[in-house]
């Protein structure tokens, strides 16, 4: 293992420890508060088709913000993997809790045929799951690429706006990345919306 993966692997493993040892009440209180955040910038009322993840492994929820996006009547998709194809994904609907349902791994994954995917590119804005990020916008996820490989082809101007949802405790000084890794447009944490690029 090289020194680089080595790197980014101490960051997973230090992060998602910290990460584990959040009280629920403490998570809950979390993804209420990135509400505040996005309903002030009006995220969701200026976007259409936005992509959400239903959360794993500790990860910060967006489940208000779907629920909000729902009363609006906003199309929403969650990702699933194509399996049988390398880090890719699609993006399928969601319209509640019965549109999801446990698959092979007990994580949580639409329901809807893959017939029914959104293309990445009619996607405008889609918020992202992540382990740590920096000041300039580099994210480090949890290793499979997945969203580098769907969204790092597309040209800047095509693609949706990209939003990572964290908690403050994931913020470090520098992710350590490669030239295909992803940048985001912005983070939201409980505290801060953090933008990187024009919006």
């Not at 959104?118 to 992202?128: D, G, K, N, R």
């Not at 295909?180 to 990187?196: A, C």
Request: hydrophobic fraction near 35%.
């Amino acid at each position: 293992m090289n020194e680089f993966v080595a790197q980014k692997n101490y960051i997973r493993t230090r992060i998602k420890h910290d990460r584990q040892n959040l009280t629920s009440p403490f998570m809950q209180r979390s993804a209420i508060a990135l509400m505040g955040h996005v309903s002030k910038a009006e995220l969701i009322e200026n976007h259409d088709n936005i992509a959400f993840y239903l959360p794993i492994a500790g990860e910060i929820s967006c489940l208000p913000i779907i629920e909000y996006a729902l009363s609006l009547g906003k199309k929403c998709y969650v990702p699933k993997i194509r399996s049988g194809r390398k880090r890719s994904m699609w993006f399928l609907p969601y319209t509640g809790r019965d549109s999801v349902e446990k698959g092979k791994y007990g994580i949580l994954e639409p329901v809807a045929s893959s017939s029914k995917a959104i293309a990445p590119s009619e996607l405008s804005l889609v918020f992202m799951p992540l382990v740590a990020f920096d000041g300039t916008g580099n994210r480090l996820g949890m290793g499979g690429g997945y969203y580098d490989t769907v969204f790092s082809d597309m040209p800047t101007d095509k693609r949706p706006l990209l939003i990572g949802l964290a908690y403050n405790l994931q913020k470090i000084s520098k992710v350590p990345t490669e030239q295909w890794d992803l940048k985001m447009d912005g983070v939201i944490t409980p505290n801060h919306y953090h933008r990187f690029f024009d919006q």
